[in-house]
């Protein structure tokens, strides 16, 4: 089993629909959670951060956090055509140190249609 | 801006060429990374360092080799091409000081590499 699964889409919606984007993951020791975007061509940027448990809200986009699950989400409210982009969860388990590491979703490919 | 380049931007070779990635960063940050992108199987990890004198493997180091020049140089070699290291390759950087985000990584704007 991976230790990060990501269902690679694609997925298209029309403008204006909410958009929910979703990974699993074994590692219970993952505390660390981030949704990065990449525009086609482009470097993965960090969309939204969250640390354990719980929800983060930023505008039109909500990260959520089930650990007991192993299960994270991102909602995309109104979406737009400009929210067209690939989106990939990634995650660790520590802070820092020689035993960090950051490991991603292969990333899940929306087009919002206008 | 602070900012993480990668050069070339593009290249085409062919297999059993020496081929070197350069990457650069005006972010002062301690950490880099070479990641791999293929289709259908995401980013994954090929070198990373967390300081000129610390290089470690990820997890598909085979067939690549690093060197950090400086804390703001990482470089990354093909010795001897081959047509299955085709891919877009990923430099990206990451800070250790407190106040950033904890595991933060900054990207830089990717080297698509085909090996023919």
């Known amino acids: 089993q991976k230790e990060v699964e990501q269902d690679p889409g694609p997925l298209s919606v029309p403008e204006g629909a909410i958009v929910s984007l979703n990974c699993t993951y074994s590692n219970s020791a993952f505390q660390y959670f981030m949704w990065y975007r990449q525009y086609s061509r482009k470097g993965p940027e960090l969309l939204m951060y969250?640390?354990?448990?719980g929800n983060k809200e930023d505008g039109r986009f909500t990260a959520q956090v089930d650990k007991s699950s192993k299960y994270i989400s991102l909602f995309i409210r109104d979406s737009q055509p400009s929210d067209s982009a690939t989106y990939l969860c990634a995650m660790s388990a520590n802070s820092g140190g020689s035993n960090y590491k950051l490991t991603f979703g292969k990333g899940t490919l929306l087009t919002v249609n206008p | 801006d602070a900012d993480v380049t990668q050069t070339p931007r593009n290249r085409i070779t062919k297999t059993g060429k020496r081929i070197m990635l350069e990457c650069s960063q005006t972010k002062g940050h301690d950490r880099m990374y070479w990641y791999r992108q293929d289709p259908g199987l995401g980013l994954r990890l090929i070198y990373y360092?967390?300081?000129?004198?610390?290089?470690n493997k990820g997890e598909i180091s085979d067939g690549y080799s690093v060197s950090r020049q400086a804390q703001a140089k990482f470089s990354l070699s093909l010795e001897s091409a081959i047509p299955n290291q085709t891919a877009l390759y990923f430099c990206?950087?990451?800070?250790?000081?407190?106040?950033?985000?904890?595991?933060?990584?900054?990207f830089g704007p990717g080297t698509r590499l085909t090996v023919l």
């Open positions: 360092s967390f300081d000129v004198k610390d290089i």
């Open positions: 969250t640390y354990s448990s």
């Open positions: 990206a950087t990451s800070d250790t000081r407190t106040g950033t985000i904890p595991n933060e990584q900054f």
